[in-house]
């Protein structure tokens, strides 16, 4: 389909090297397997709050993941979501590459395949649109994506906030870092399509990877495709209709010295099937410092700006993200 990334002719290539050194297939076959499963409701419930959040923060300890129901937003809300972003990925491939003029976004927002990558294992077959939470706010009204995108800004922005709170409280922090460090301004919103692959044993739809903020909040479709490691093994994430999931980014476990985990994660391709998914990255501004909230830290001081320099600075020297080991003490 035209709208679909020109995928076969950038890595044609890479396809081919794989064709004749007979390459194996990615080992994709995993045990399915529901993610804790946290009810928000329980909140409001005086008595049951304390055990909610503990809920929440074993998660985090022991998973780095957990989905969350009853969690404010509602299904029609999140139902919009999808169609309007389904709308917007079916439009011609030339068009979504101009999203300045087309979408009012920043130049540079679409993005597909992977730029940096040397082999086709490190090639993402997938489309993206990054977006800005202020390029969102700024084209609000313009059209129904953009109105429908603040709504479910406002409303992830919100729960994250939340989530943040009380993760933080809970090893006996309470404080305003999150509301003074993670705005608007410095938060982004991630409209993921994952187009069907005919080879799905080879390529992944986005590679192995930790995330590089505090905390990602990600809506997904029934189709699946999203795993993660749980004991040094590779699961399924089974979908809920109804629950969003929750994963914790790399600042929180420098954050947290260690205590909350981000975890290795990646999508798997489907041959038949397209999926979408929209993510939303809780991000401080560049020049926030993160450091450890107790001590002796495991990890040096290091502002949100630097961890990002370096962190693009492996994907295009080595093809993948290091990530937090080079930030220990």
């Known amino acids: ?30 045990k399915e397997c529901d993610l804790p499963l946290v009810d928000l409701s329980r909140l409001q419930l005086g008595d049951e709050a304390e055990d909610c959040k503990s809920q929440i923060v074993r998660a985090s300890q022991e998973w780095g993941f957990f989905q969350v129901i009853n969690h404010g ?27 300045n003029k087309y979408l009012n976004f920043s130049a540079g927002s679409y993005r597909w395949g992977t730029p940096t990558a040397t082999c086709l294992r490190q090639v993402a077959w997938s489309e993206a649109f990054h977006i800005p939470l202020t390029d969102i706010s ?58 069907p692959c005919p080879v799905p044993s080879e390529v992944f739809g986005l590679m192995p990877h930790t995330d590089s ?42 954050w947290s010295n260690n205590v909350y985990m981000s975890v290795q994660h990646r999508v798997v391709t489907n041959m038949q099937v397209e999926r979408f998914s929209t993510a939303y990255f809780f991000c401080p501004s560049y020049d926030t410092v993160i450091e450890s909230c107790c001590q002796p830290s495991v990890y040096r001081k290091f502002s949100f700006g630097e961890y990002r320099k370096q962190v693009q600075e492996d994907v295009k020297h080595l093809g993948f993200k290091i990530g937090l080991p080079r930030f220990l003490m």
Not at 76 to 87: A, D, S, T, V
Not at 171 to 193: A, V
Not at 214 to 224: C, K, P, S, Y
Request: proline share 4%; glycine share 4%; aromatic share 8%.
């Open 73 to 99: 937003i509602s299904p029609e809300l999140l139902e919009q979501m999808r169609c309007e972003q389904k709308k917007v990925f079916k439009q011609p491939f030339d068009k979504k590459s101009q999203e």
């Open 138 to 195: 700024g084209s609000a009204g313009l059209n129904t994506l953009s109105s429908t995108m603040e709504q479910f800004a406002a409303k992830v922005s919100s729960l994250a906030q939340k989530l943040a709170e009380i993760l933080a409280e809970e090893m006996g922090h309470k404080s305003n870092f999150f509301r003074e460090n993670c705005l608007s301004s410095t938060c982004y919103l991630r409209m993921n399509r994952y187009p």
């Open 213 to 254: 903020d505090f905390l990602t909040i990600l809506h997904q479709d029934q189709v699946g495709g999203l795993q993660l490691v749980k004991d040094d093994t590779w699961i399924a994430v089974k979908p809920n209709v109804d629950a969003l999931i929750i994963n914790i980014g790399d600042l929180f476990q420098a």
């Open 1 to 30: 389909m035209d709208s679909d990334p020109p995928f076969h002719k950038a890595y044609k290539n890479f396809f081919d090297k794989a064709a004749s050194n007979n390459s194996t297939a990615l080992p994709l076959l995993v």
